[in-house]
């Protein structure tokens, strides 16, 4: 494997931002024969315990496994991973029902720890004499007319320049070099950011005394109350971190209101009984933990000509509501590397294609994560909703290569992108809710006949799209 006829020999990379995209892109890279020099303004999370900063665990789904074969590390990586067969919803009463991601037994997703991947990508960066990571190095701003970045070390409290052949930003949400294109106002640079009204904040159910998990192991946990939610993913050593999503300031209880213990006990006893059975260490986490926004941001160019990148989440931050942020992320340097096998000549072409090819996916998630967040606190308990996810499961049972829920298409059918995932989904959900509610089809019908309706029905629901200029 070489790393593209066109670009002549040892080109030097410089990545700002050791995280998930940032690591993984190194590895990748020295797998193809770069020279790689990776900045990372935190610890070295492998020597240091830090905390996350957020989500300490993530749902991992096939997209992303899709990048770790890609690097030969899907076993290491089924080493970190718990899976999660379906949702386990909890209602007031403390009842449950399970309702799985997909009537395909082998499609399901996986809770992983944010640091254990972190920590493996950057180990195997390492193995490779090409990767040099340095940690405690903040990038301050890039020069993307000049190819420099300004770094500050904060050992040596000293600030640098580096130069490279390229830069590539893969450093979140809160990207530097986002910031120097917007700043710089040297080209048409589009940006949004759009906050939700909601925040999150982080809780634990600690395991028990003798290790075993409190509650179902292979679940994904939640207690969805219309305006807000509480979720709970497992961890491997017994524990489940759990999530509040709430307002910040509407509704009876939001995160500007719950300021006394008694409030916030007041509010889980009210809202979220079963689960403050399991967290006795609730009060300490509430008042400990940080709460923090969550938004989506939207931008373009990704690239300055041939000289500088943005990819992971610096490029497009979403809500987690999909559990789509990281592996799109990773998805991106799949993408990344399937043009660099084009043999392109320049820098400045391979940026390009891979954004056209790439911009229009990434929105689309970004759009399905909003959809997902209505979905996940209030939809997943409507009986309609109900009905038709039972109807969808028996047809992924009955049918399994002919029909693929929205859900299922995003998360489990790596092979199609994002925006072909969101336009056939969306008119399959239409489609389905459609014939529900004028009563065409029922749950008790054969399935040949509902399948053959829902796919007439979104066919044309798809072709009204299409003369309409909707997809
Ligand atoms: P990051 O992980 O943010 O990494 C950026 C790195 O750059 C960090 O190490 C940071 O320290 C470093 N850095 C930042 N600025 C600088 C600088 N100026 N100089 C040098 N280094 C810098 N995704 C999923 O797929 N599934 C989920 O279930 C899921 N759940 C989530 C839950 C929550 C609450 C949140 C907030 C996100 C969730 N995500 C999920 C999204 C996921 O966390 C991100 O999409 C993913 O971390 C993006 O990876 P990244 O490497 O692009 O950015």
Redesign the pocket.
């Known amino acids: 494997l070489s790393f593209g006829e066109g670009l002549g020999e040892a080109q030097n990379v410089l990545i700002?931002?050791?995280?998930?995209?940032?690591s993984l892109l190194a590895l990748r890279l020295a797998q193809r024969g770069f020279n790689v020099n990776v900045?990372?303004?935190?610890p070295d999370l492998r020597k240091v315990d830090i905390s996350a900063g957020?989500?300490i665990n993530?749902?991992?789904s096939d997209r992303?496994n899709k990048a770790m074969k890609l690097v030969g590390l899907e076993d290491k990586v089924k080493g970190l991973c718990i899976p999660m067969n379906g949702r386990m919803i909890h209602d007031t009463h403390g009842n449950t029902f399970q309702s799985n991601y997909s009537g395909r037994e082998y499609e399901y997703i996986n809770s992983i720890s944010r640091g254990d991947l972190n920590a493996l990508l950057l180990n195997e960066a390492e193995k490779h004499d090409k990767v040099n990571i340095q940690f405690n190095?903040?990038?301050k701003s890039v020069n993307f007319e000049n190819t420099t970045a300004l770094f500050k070390d904060y050992i040596s409290k000293k600030e640098f320049i580096e130069d490279a052949d390229v830069i590539i930003a893969?450093?979140?949400?809160?990207s530097?070099l986002r910031k120097s294109y917007y700043l710089g106002k040297k080209f048409l640079f589009s940006f949004s950011q759009a906050y939700l009204t909601h925040g999150?904040k982080e809780l634990s159910i600690l395991p028990q005394p003798n290790g075993d998990f409190k509650a179902y192991k292979n679940a994904l946990h939640i207690w969805p109350r219309g305006s807000f939610m509480l979720i709970a993913l497992p961890n491997l050593d017994g524990s489940f971190t759990v999530?509040l999503f709430l307002s910040y300031e509407e509704g009876q209880y939001n995160f500007n209101n719950l300021t006394t213990k008694e409030r916030v006990l007041k509010f889980f006893q009210n809202e979220f009984p079963d689960a403050l059975a399991l967290m006795p260490n609730l009060l300490d986490d509430f008042f400990t933990n940080p709460t923090s926004p969550?938004g989506t941001i939207k931008c373009s160019p990704w690239h300055y000509k041939g000289n500088t990148l943005l990819m992971?989440?610096?490029a497009h931050a979403i809500v987690?509501f999909y559990?789509?942020?990281?592996?799109a992320?990773f998805e991106d340097v799949v993408e990344l590397d399937q043009v660099l096998d084009q043999g392109l000549k320049d820098w400045e072409t391979i940026f390009k294609t891979y954004e056209s090819n790439r911009k229009k996916d990434t929105d689309a998630i970004a759009d399905l994560a909003i959809d997902n967040f209505h979905e996940m606190k209030g939809h997943v308990n409507q009986a309609i909703f109900q009905e038709k996810r039972k109807l969808e499961m028996a047809l992924e049972k009955e049918f399994p290569n002919e029909y693929a829920s929205k859900y299922s298409l995003v998360t489990f059918n790596e092979h199609i992108g994002y925006r072909e995932a969101m336009l056939k989904g969306r008119a399959q959900d239409k489609a389905i809710l459609n014939l529900l509610t004028d009563g065409l089809i029922t749950s008790n019908d054969d399935l040949k006949l509902v399948l053959n309706r829902v796919k007439q029905e979104t066919k044309s629901i798809l072709d009204d799209d299409r003369i309409a200029g909707l997809n």
């Open positions: 700002i931002g050791a995280g998930l995209c940032g900045y990372e303004m935190r957020r989500s993530l749902a991992f992303g190095c903040k990038c893969t450093d979140g949400a809160g530097a999150y999530t969550l992971g989440d610096a987690p559990g789509q942020g990281m592996n992320s």
